[in-house]
């Protein structure tokens, strides 16, 4: 008897158990899911009616200005109310460059026709990677310079930005190809906060990453009349 | 509780034994897989594909067949300049692995003209060794 009572408590755990790991995951893939803010945090104390009130300040991209493949200039007014993907390589990278884009092209085929994300990719050998450089390393990715930008600068806004991405970069002799860098996706919302990090070298995560953009974009309101058709 | 110890053991002894013989089994038949992982995929991709028109795929490519001859040395010191693949042009240079042997490059390559759908001759060692001979003036000093 006792053991019946203990195999039907330890039956209906199991049951209470799934019954949350199943909402867990259907949060997790819902486009409501919140994502977070991150980098350092800081406090701004403004008055109010004579009140002191104290906010938080999310760590913010400051303004930015960089050349893209078309000579024309790309600034944080370019990304004014998008979210963009963006990361950092150089076109003569051996190690993990081609993987990033790879990966990166399969988040601009899932969005291509959405002109409400943008992609953003620093190049960190400006001295190699021209315009021209990166007018023809775009040219063979067949991709759009609407939608996709390869940026180059001064070398050191370059890194100093990549630095508020939270990215690391740096030149490196002893590294192959002579930088190092990381291979991070960087998501970005509308209001230049960082909303997430992805390794974008790993399917699995930039999956996630392309699970995750909708989740900032303002739902569209004829979603619902083109599901019923 | 003598019943699921039991169950454990042997599920143990199981794993143990299919861990062991996937070591011996595999070891010698997937360094040109492990290799290419470590040495070519970054840039070939896992599947062999390529990158669009920047970087040309090894799955299909008659460039393996074209210039069998000079696949090892390549390898080896590495190519810059252009080249056509399956009739496309691409123009990105591509590292040498000089510190890679002859038997390594032999495995790499018949991984190479295996695996993707390709299914061209394998090399052997000693056409490897022929072929780096012929560019052994590359190699640094």
Known sequence: MERNKLSTLFSALLLGLSALGWQACSQGNSETSDLPYLGERQLVQREVDGQQVTDTAYHRIPDFAFINQDSQVVTSLTVQDKVYVTDFFFTTCPTICPKMKSQMLRIYEAFEDDPRVMLLSHTIDPKHDTVAVLRDYADRLQVNSDKWHFVTGEKDSIYSIALQYMVSAMEDEEEPGGFVHSGAFVLVDQNRHVRGIYDGTDPAQVDRLIRDIPALLPKKKKKKDADKN | ?141
């Open chain 2, 1 to 141: 509780m003598l019943i699921k110890t039991k169950i454990l053991l042997y599920g143990a002894g199981i794993a143990a034994l299919l861990t062991l013989t996937r070591c011996f089994y595999s070891d010698k038949q997937n360094e040109g897989e492990r290799l290419y992982t470590q040495y070519c995929a970054n840039c070939h991709m896992d599947d062999g594909s390529g990158l669009r028109n920047l970087i040309p795929p090894l799955a299909g490519a008659d460039y393996l067949e074209n210039h069998r001859d000079e696949l090892a040395c390549i390898i080896q010191h590495g190519q810059t300049g252009n080249i056509v693949v399956n009739g496309k042009n691409y123009n990105q240079g591509m590292p040498g692995f000089e510190h890679l042997s002859k038997g390594q490059i032999t495995n790499i390559l018949n991984y190479v003209q295996t695996n993707f759908g390709n299914n061209n001759p394998r090399f052997s060692i000693q056409e490897v060794e022929k072929q780096l001979f012929k560019c052994r003036h590359l190699l640094e000093q």
